[in-house]
């Protein structure tokens, strides 16, 4: 949920239709990046914020019923089939020079893909197999293998942004300036090795998920200053849980997302004028 300052960073580049080269998108930044490639202006807030407080969505229903904390069915089939993604301009929107890719993490190798989808039912799976928390989710199945949330093997995918030729970034985080992940605790690493002793490099991606993150983080700080990076930060006082269900909450992350990138958008355009 803490993506809601993506989104609202998104809409604010949506309405000067402001657009580059090839889009990353991990776990929930990939659903808002949906809207955003598909050009469609509140797309990404509403069909978070108007549904949240659905026991459908997310909660210990979904749990019960699914194994799941969040309702996969109702966001990525219910949703999409009444708060349509325009998908002729979202793939209309992307050509050699300009693609999204979706991160996913492969179950079996605890390794990062990066899938451009060429359809819309790939899309949206993909979608949903790089928002899938481990614990208090479920593997994803795609091509007879399990998949999980992009951001156990590459939370901020920098380095393959680099490796696709680009060297100037516009990175989007959800955690404020001084943000450092901490080790997972003892009772999430035993329930780790519990419930996927079949895949123990899914097990390790998440044991050390935390100094990649923080590597990452240190990295970017490096491109920043080196004028290679400009980058959105929330600032604390709006950053939420990510399970929150508070619509207030989420609502003012994402206008703060919003006017962020409104105020600074002639500081970007400088860094990084459009290509068509």
């Known amino acids: 949920m803490r993506g809601m300052y993506a989104a609202g960073v998104l809409d604010c580049l949506i309405q000067r239709n402001l657009y ?16 955003y490639i598909s050009r469609q202006f509140d797309r990404a807030r509403r069909v978070n914020v108007n549904h949240v407080k659905s026991a459908r969505y997310s909660g210990p229903l979904c749990l019960l019923r699914h194994g799941t904390f969040f309702g996969f069915d109702y966001i990525f089939k219910t949703i999409p089939a009444n708060d349509r993604v325009d998908w002729h301009t979202f793939f209309q929107n992307q050509h050699e020079d300009r693609k999204f890719f979706v991160v996913a993490t492969k179950a079996a190798t ?12 790939d899309a949206l799976l993909w979608l949903e197999a790089s928002s899938s928390l481990p614990v208090i989710g479920r593997a994803v199945r795609i091509h007879g293998e399990d998949w999980f949330d992009g951001g156990i093997s590459d ?10 030729g680009h060297s100037r970034h516009i990175i989007i985080l959800t955690q404020p300036a001084g943000y450092r992940k901490s080790p997972v605790s003892r009772s999430t690493e035993k329930a780790l090795r519990m419930m996927y002793r079949q895949y123990p490099a899914l097990v ?24 290679r990076a400009f980058v959105f930060r929330p600032t604390p ?17 994402y206008e ?20 068509k």
């Open 110 to 121: 605890g390794e990062p893909h990066y899938i451009n989808p060429t359809t819309p039912e």
């Open 155 to 164: 939370s901020i995918p920098i380095r393959k942004a680099e490796k696709d």
């Open 204 to 227: 390790e991606a998440n044991l050390t998920r935390w100094q990649k993150y923080n590597d990452t983080l240190d990295y970017i700080q490096q491109l920043e200053q080196n004028g």
């Open 256 to 275: 703060a997302g919003y006017q962020d990138a409104c105020n600074r958008l002639q500081a970007l355009s400088a860094f990084a004028p459009t290509t």
């Open 237 to 253: 006082d709006v950053v939420i849980g990510r399970l929150s269900k508070d619509k207030a909450a989420l609502q003012k992350l």
């Open 20 to 35: 580059w080269n090839h889009t990353y998108g991990v776990s929930a930044g990939a659903c808002h990046a949906l809207s």
